[in-house]
């Protein structure tokens, strides 16, 4: 199995909801990412677990919390969003590299956020 | 900071002619990745070329890496029209902690 996959695939949300973006992939990555992509944008790192610990932040605000409960799942809590958070949410999955290295990243297929 | 500029921006060619884009960065890598992107879908990984590499092949995909000059060019050949796609170049920094991606290059191929 190489997928990666993400529900749901759309979520409209109003800015006082709470909801969650989860994302699985059973290929025994023990690295996993979550991206913020905007139209006509490259993917923006967003978080990154590696052995299901919390390893990078890119500086992302608080509203957004990511959550690993195992190797398999990697869930991303929202709280209290934005319109500007309206985005492409993407999940992706990886072998660990050597000496700090990126091997490729499996990409699910986004979670497409709007925020009224 | 994005990492890798790429160019051109956007490219529309026939079905069979073949597409290249370029990929520039600025500081030393451990490799450089390229990845296709269809419209408002997640990324696939195309090839992966290490910084002691110089070419690698793939099917239809050629992707050369100048470490000199920091450059990297991905090739396609005989495109179709299923080729239509946007193209990212990923690089992963020698002294960086993740993958950086660069602006990307909207390709079209019509049939």
């Known amino acids: 199995d190489t997928e990666v996959t993400q529900t749901p695939k759309h979520l409209v949300m109003g800015m006082t909801n709470k909801k969650s973006l989860k994302c699985e992939q059973h290929m025994g990555h023990r690295a996993m990412y979550w991206y913020k992509q905007k139209a006509k944008k490259p993917p923006e790192l967003m978080f990154v677990y590696s052995y299901e610990k919390l390893s990078i932040n890119e500086s992302v605000p608080s509203r957004f919390s990511p959550e690993c409960p195992n190797s398999s799942l990697l869930n991303l809590h929202l709280h209290a969003l934005q319109p500007e958070d309206s985005a492409l949410y993407l999940c992706?999955?990886?072998?660990?590299?050597?000496?700090?290295?990126?091997?490729?990243?499996?990409f699910g297929p986004g979670t497409r956020l709007t925020v009224l | 900071s994005q990492q890798g500029e790429e160019d051109p921006q956007a490219l529309s060619i026939q079905e069979g002619e073949n597409a290249t884009m370029n990929c520039s960065y600025k500081?030393?890598?451990?490799?450089l990745q390229w990845y296709r992107q269809n419209s408002g879908r997640g990324l696939v990984h195309l090839i992966l070329i290490r910084s002691n590499e110089r070419e690698k092949h793939s099917g239809r995909l050629r992707v050369t890496l100048d470490t000199s000059k920091k450059s990297s060019s991905l090739l396609i050949t005989a495109s179709r029209a299923a080729d239509t796609a946007s193209y990212f170049c990923?690089?992963?920094?020698?002294?960086?902690?993740?993958?950086?991606f660069g602006a990307g290059t909207i390709l079209r191929v019509k049939s």
């Open positions: 500081t030393s890598i451990n490799n």
């Open positions: 990923a690089t992963d920094e020698s002294h960086g902690n993740k993958l950086v």
């Open positions: 992706a999955s990886s072998l660990l590299g050597g000496r700090g290295s990126y091997n490729e990243q499996f």
